[in-house]
């Protein structure tokens, strides 16, 4: 069983769309959550980074995870053609905070 | 606002031959990391570095591979003696202590 699932899409959306993007996770002992994003042939990007089951919202951002179920989420509000990326989940254990398990990868495409 | 540089971005070598990816980590992080990225792959865990030394390896670290801080600035990957399947992109990145992760805008390993 691989350590993060993540859906790879592709997911094309209308500009203006809620987006939603998930991944599980099977590891009992992975306790923060990142979602990167990552534009062709660069590097991941930060964009939200999480701990607790819950919410945290950021702009347009909203990143939820749900421990119990092992289960991170990302919705994108008012999507935009910008927003056009590769978005990653990543999470730790929190021994060390920079040794990462990523998921695969989702190709979101925001068409005006 | 600080981040973390990579060179060259990209480099094309002939298969045996040796290879030096460079890094400049942000400034007052002390926890440096190597990552690969294969095309259409995930990010993948190569090694951490605090303190000069190892402090984790994966599988995919052998004997092939090393990392080095040679001066206050920089850090290094090299492979010794490339393959054709270690072509992908390199991303190194780096962190302060129990914080997130920031990384570099990759290097493009192509060996021929």
């Known amino acids: 069983q691989k350590e993060v699932e993540q859906d790879p899409g592709p997911l094309s959306v209308p500009e203006g769309a809620i987006v939603s993007l998930n991944c599980t996770y099977s590891?009992?002992?992975?306790?923060?959550f990142m979602w990167y994003r990552q534009y062709s042939r660069k590097g991941p990007e930060l964009l939200m980074y999480?701990?607790?089951?819950g919410n945290k919202e950021d702009g347009r951002f909203t990143a939820q995870v749900d421990k119990s179920s092992k289960y991170i989420s990302l919705f994108i509000r008012d999507s935009q053609p910008s927003d056009s990326a590769t978005y990653l989940c990543?999470?730790?254990?929190?021994?060390?905070?920079?040794?990462?398990?990523f998921g695969q990868g989702t190709i979101l495409t925001v068409h005006p | 606002e600080p981040e973390v540089t990579q060179t060259p971005s990209h480099q094309v070598t002939q298969m045996g031959q040796e290879v030096i990816l460079r890094c400049v980590p942000i400034?007052?992080?002390?926890?440096f990391y190597w990552y690969r990225q294969i095309l259409g792959q995930k990010v993948e865990f190569l090694v951490s570095?605090?303190?000069?030394?190892?402090?984790?390896k994966s599988e995919i670290f052998d004997d092939q591979f090393s990392v080095e801080r040679p001066d206050g600035s920089n850090f290094t990957l090299k492979i010794r003696s490339t393959k054709l399947e270690d072509s992908a992109m390199y991303f190194c990145?780096?962190?302060?202590?129990?914080?997130?992760?920031?990384f570099g805008q990759g290097t493009r390993l192509t060996v021929v």
């Open positions: 990145a780096s962190n302060f202590r129990n914080t997130e992760a920031f």
């Open positions: 590891n009992s002992a992975f306790q923060y």
């Open positions: 570095f605090y303190n000069n030394e190892i402090s984790e």
């Open positions: 999480t701990y607790s089951s």
């Open positions: 400034s007052n992080h002390l926890y």
């Open positions: 990543a999470t730790h254990g929190g021994t060390s905070y920079g040794k990462l398990t």
